[in-house]
């Protein structure tokens, strides 16, 4: 048996929109029980058992599982996490006492069997929980300047448009780790010397201006967009230079009368699919070589602590990441 964050019931209520928007509902966090569940601890082959010691959450977390009047009693949370491998079955590259991370499911557990082509090797430098904040946020910004064609040697101007965020300052700091000449980003005031202290070089409060109209057209080469605010996708079709590429990680993309008004540019939305050990390594690489450090805004303690971590989650004003000891 194991201890596991669980839900107990679908949420009784619409609640919102599944967007980058805060909800105004209730997210009935009473729902979220620990409850002791069945767990073999016995791994099949490629397979290894991984004691969980940090997992962070994410927002597709509640947006998916939180918000949903379907979801089925029993449903577990979380997708990052970073622990210590304690027995492996035949075929797998790693080790008893590995210290490993991963986007793997559930997260918000005691123990969990993960398929070992999809963990790595997290540098000695971070401990669990910094090493549990990174798997989803960066591994999303690593394929989305993948297909911005990073890395680049053209040294061009990126916008991540939500700098603060788990996404957004991971992002800043990769696109600068794989040649950006320039990086602007948006955010409130308050987080100017935060995302400074990443690498940007310009920042744009976005409660007091419109990105889109302080830069101007054609200066900016990749938009990241972390948000998803319905028109960033038309505004970007303003700023982007020729050959621009737009990538979203939420929100709509911009109709086909305005995209085809520009062949030139490209614009994708997608959800993150390089969870590989092979991209945790390159992830591990750019901490190894100093370019590349989570942010932990708060760390709870216990899986007790998990409905509290949600809470603050929701209210959309994380600076970095959450994270969790288990």
């Known amino acids: 048996m194991m201890q596991a964050v669980v839900i107990t019931a679908p949420n009784p209520e619409p609640c919102g929109r599944f967007g980058s928007v805060s909800v105004s509902c209730d997210l009935h966090l009473e729902r979220l029980q620990i409850m002791s569940i069945p767990f073999g601890m016995k791994p099949t082959r490629g397979m290894a058992i991984v004691r969980i010691r940090g997992a962070s959450p994410n927002p597709v977390d509640w947006k998916s599982h939180l918000l949903s009047t379907t979801t089925v009693p029993g449903t577990m949370l979380g997708c990052d996490m970073a622990g210590e491998v304690i027995s492996t079955g035949d075929g797998c590259n790693f080790a008893v006492g590995d210290s490993v991370y991963g986007s793997v499911y559930p997260a918000f557990v005691e123990y969990v069997q993960v398929e070992c082509e999809q963990v790595g090797r997290f540098p000695s430098s971070l401990n669990f929980t910094q090493a549990a904040s990174l798997p989803v946020a960066a591994l999303t910004g690593l394929e989305a300047l993948h297909r911005a064609g990073a890395?680049?040697?053209?040294?061009?101007?990126?916008?991540?448009?939500?700098?603060?965020?788990?996404?957004?300052?991971?992002?800043?700091?990769?696109?600068?780790?794989?040649?950006?000449?320039?990086v602007v980003t948006t955010c409130s005031r308050n987080n100017f010397n935060f995302v400074q202290d990443l690498g940007a070089d310009q920042v744009i409060d976005y409660h007091t201006q419109d990105w889109w109209k302080v830069l101007a057209k054609g200066s900016v080469d990749v938009i990241y967009d972390c948000i998803g605010v319905p028109g960033s996708a038309e505004h970007a079709y303003e700023t982007l230079a020729y050959g621009g590429k737009y990538i979203q990680i939420y929100g709509k993309l911009a109709d086909s009368k305005i995209s085809e008004s520009r062949p030139d540019v490209e614009q994708q939305n997608f959800i993150m699919s390089q969870s590989s050990t092979k991209y945790l390594d390159q992830i591990s690489e750019f901490v190894h070589r100093g370019v590349l450090q989570p942010k932990i805004l708060r760390t709870y303690n216990g899986l007790k602590a998990v409905p509290d971590v949600y809470s603050e989650l929701v209210q959309g004003h994380v600076v970095g990441k959450l994270a969790v000891r288990i």
């Open 151 to 182: 890395p680049w040697k053209s040294s061009p101007t990126v916008l991540v448009i939500g700098g603060s965020s788990g996404t957004g300052h991971l992002g800043i700091q990769l696109a600068k780790a794989m040649g950006a000449g320039r």
